[in-house]
């Protein structure tokens, strides 16, 4: 096949075994339900209520049947086929391991079976919760065992969720089910379809309650996966990766979310999630499930731990032991505690993590958690000791080991003797109006406001010598070096370059752009991250994995490895060369929209996670395209809004998960985002993409824009974002060429990135 001829001519050209198709195929399916009951968090279990032993359930709640496996926006994955809960657990009736009490299933049914044939291709279909009536909850409760209620959420791009009934809340409806049917049930379940946190309390609360599982949006299988940990097929092994609390506003940033649609302030800093917790005065009672915390059918015991360092590298190794009936994985969590110091820090940090195999009843594993000291490293902003300087403040760090945020012990005491500076930069993405922030003992401490003017630099010319006969994109690496191929465009062409294409044939979110005279190919993008997203229309389609808070709550970096690679096979398939994923914005606040796409409110595990995933698919040669980069932490207004950070929280937090997967994985693109950050749009924002992202952290690869943002497209290219998508109009930039505000050089820059990245796609 020629070079680039998946770009130029999406063959239908299937790569599963012996010519069968891959997408949506019944191996994917398979390890879509496989995956999705990884991820699943079993919070809470009285008395072994789970996994069912032969009962007689009744189904309540909207959710078992409307169930999603999925959020909306971009990140909504299109399936040919709805399964839901309720399927679910027939099957599990059909294999002999209970029976369903029909009479509810039949109330639910009859409103959403007609509105999901009335509404068939309607994806924003989602149903109220309904009101079952005493009479029915009380025979139910006297014909079977246990009841089942089933909650559900969703929510997506484009709005943030709202601290009220019905959304973060359980809704008034909800509350009388929930009360009703367990004070009826000797025993009452209930199976969390959510994208993210929300308010748990009066269900942990509930002694009526016996258990609950948090199944997240566990893609297109997830209902079959669901029934399988219910019934004990599969023993839950997800762990957290958010703190959930008594209320929404126990969290830090919640007076400041969405007070002001224009900006944000973070003040929290560096408190965020169980940074918060665990370090501030009085905090941590505030938490209900804390960060990491997940149960397990069977129970583990850890022994053995040991600890050695070699300079900078601790590594803990210990031996977990399977001490109860059944199979099942356990998840060690290395924390790590530093030195209060001058600076102040997070009580405890997430350094390292690993799980275990599916360990048999009595079967030992030993786990070894590694990292560096120098990763958590504190930013001091303020020159308080060393100005825009990472450093080791000296001191005594605790090393603790644990099976959740809260429940550690120590291990190992890692002791500095003298400060260091493990790294020093100058200032970039200064705030200039972020008036304070908050500090490890409650107090807030008054930030600078300064008149900080970012610099764009100037570009050298690449400086190619173009040959003397037109030479054709694909034959680059053979007789044309890039350098001299780029030297054979003109100005306008190597503009036309940087501003994407329209999508054809699958594609639907626009093409990387391409040159036809030297042909260089369209190179098509698709959306995730739960999957290729195509639309429905098309006929052709995808399967849909767990959403990335689920994946992220497996704590299984193989698991997701696979799950991307197992997802890129798709994107090959339909010729795609970009998968616009993963996501890993912090999990700043619960109410943000787009948080089921994103993996945790921790950096570490964000960070881990979407290096997994740019592994995954690279190895297919289909690039990541990690988003969004940075601080797109609220939906509302996302085209306008500033996001007022510090320095240190934007580098300790922000954009710690970016330097991991940067410095880890090597992704071939990243995307930036609309909002701006304290008061440079990202896509125009110089520090952040040539001064951090390239400059510090090394990052090669080529840098795309949001879709449709309202950044300035002449400062655009002159910060080094490569590619403005999904195009935008190009007369500013003739003109800003022709002054000389832009100049070929700039283009050429922008141009090489864009090219060397096509380069890896073949
Ligand atoms: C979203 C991106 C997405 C892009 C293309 C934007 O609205 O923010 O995450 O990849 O659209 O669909």
């Known amino acids: 096949m020629e070079k680039f001829a998946r770009f130029k001519f999406m063959p239908p050209i299937p790569l599963g075994k012996e010519g069968t198709r891959i997408c949506d195929s019944k191996e994917q399916r398979l390890f879509s339900r496989e995956a999705a009951a990884e991820c699943a968090v079993l919070l809470k279990n009285e008395n072994g209520a789970l996994p069912l032993k032969n009962e007689k359930i009744a189904l309540f709640g909207m959710g078992a049947y409307d169930f999603l496996i999925c959020g909306r926006g971009s990140g909504e994955i299109y399936t040919c086929y709805h399964q839901n809960f309720y399927d679910g657990v027939k099957d599990k009736e059909q294999n002999g391991k209970l029976s369903v009490y029909e009479p509810i299933s039949d109330i639910y049914n009859a409103v959403y079976m007609p509105a999901r044939e009335k509404n068939q291709k309607d994806p924003n279909l989602y149903l109220q919760e309904l009101e079952i009536a005493d009479q029915d909850i009380n025979t139910a409760a006297a014909n079977s065992d246990t009841a089942v209620i089933v909650i559900s959420r969703v929510s997506g791009e484009g709005g943030d969720r709202k601290a009220e009934k019905g959304d973060y809340y359980l809704s008034d409806t909800e509350v009388s089910l929930v009360e009703r049917v367990s004070a009826a049930f000797k025993k009452t379940v209930v199976i969390l379809n959510v994208g993210a946190v929300l308010d748990l309390s009066l269900l942990a609360n509930n002694p009526n309650i016996s258990a609950i599982l948090c199944g997240w949006m566990p893609g297109s299988e997830g209902g079959k996966a669901l029934a399988d940990l219910l019934v004990g097929d599969k023993n839950p092994s997800g762990r957290l990766t958010d703190t959930f609390t008594v209320s929404y506003d126990a969290y830090p940033g919640a007076a400041q979310f969405n007070a002001d649609d224009l900006s944000l302030a973070y003040t929290e800093d560096i408190f965020v999630g169980y940074r918060y917790f665990e370090t501030l005065p009085n905090k941590k009672e505030q938490v209900i499930y804390p960060f990491g915390y997940g149960l397990s059918y069977t129970s583990f015991e850890t022994g053995n731990v040991a600890a050695t360092q070699d300079g900078d590298k601790i590594t803990v190794t210990a031996t977990v032991k399977n001490t109860g009936d059944c199979a099942g994985k356990q998840v060690l969590q290395l ?164 501003i994407g294409k329209e999508g054809f044939g699958l594609c639907n979110t626009a093409c990387f752009a391409g040159n036809k005279r030297l042909d260089i190919p369209n190179v098509p993008t698709a959306d995730g991250p739960a999957g290729i997203r195509l639309w429905p229309q098309t006929g052709c389609y995808t399967t849909c994995w767990p959403s990335a808070t689920a994946l992220a709550s497996s704590w299984d970096i193989d698991l997701v490895y696979n799950v991307s690679r197992a997802a890129a096979m798709e994107a090959k398939e339909c010729n795609f060369g970009i998968w616009l994923t993963p996501a890993l914005n912090i999990h700043k606040d619960p109410l943000c929209g787009r948080n089921f796409e994103y993996f945790s409110e921790d950096p570490l595990i964000s960070g881990k996670m979407a290096a997994a995933i740019v592994g995954g698919m690279q190895s297919l040669k289909i690039s990541a395209c990690i988003k969004h980069f940075a601080c797109n932490n609220k939906e509302k207004e996302r085209l306008k809004s500033d996001s007022r950070v510090s320095e240190r929280a934007l580098r300790e937090i922000y954009l710690k998960g970016f330097e991991i997967c940067v410095k880890e994985s090597d992704p071939w693109s990243v995307m930036t985002t609309y909002n701006k950050l304290n008061g440079t749009y990202t896509p125009e924002n110089y520090d952040l993409i040539t001064g951090i992202l390239r400059g510090e952290w090394g990052f090669k690869g080529m840098v795309s824009t949001d879709w449709d943002t309202l950044s300035n497209k002449v400062n655009v290219i002159k910060a080094g974002n490569d590619m403005i998508m999904p195009s935008c109009d190009k007369r500013p930039l003739c003109e800003a060429l022709e002054k000389g505000e832009l100049t070929r050089a700039d283009l050429e820059a922008c141009v090489e990135r864009i090219l060397s990245t096509y380069l890896k796609l073949v």
């Open 335 to 498: 924390y790590c505690s530093a030195p209060q110091g001058v600076l102040g820090k997070p009580s405890k940090q997430l350094v390292a993590f690993a799980k275990t195999d599916l360990l048999a009843k009595g079967d030992s594993q030993e786990l070894s958690l590694c990292f560096d000291i120098k990763d958590i490293a504190s930013y001091d902003d303020l020159g308080k000791i060393e100005k825009s300087a990472y450093l080791l403040e000296k001191g005594d760090y605790e090393i603790l080991l644990g099976v959740n945020v809260r429940d550690t012990e120590s291990v190992y005491t890692y002791t500095l003797n003298d400060n260091r500076i493990v790294f020093k930069t100058v200032p970039r993405c200064v705030p200039s109006k972020l008036e304070k922030r908050l500090l490890a003992d409650g107090s807030f401490e008054a930030l600078p406001q300064s008149d900080y003017v970012m610099d764009y630099g100037k570009r050298e010319s690449l400086g190619g010598t173009a040959p003397a006969e037109q030479i054709n994109f694909d034959k680059v690496g053979e007789t044309i070096s890039l350098k001299d191929f780029i030297a054979q465009l003109t100005d306008e062409e190597l503009l036309d370059l940087t």
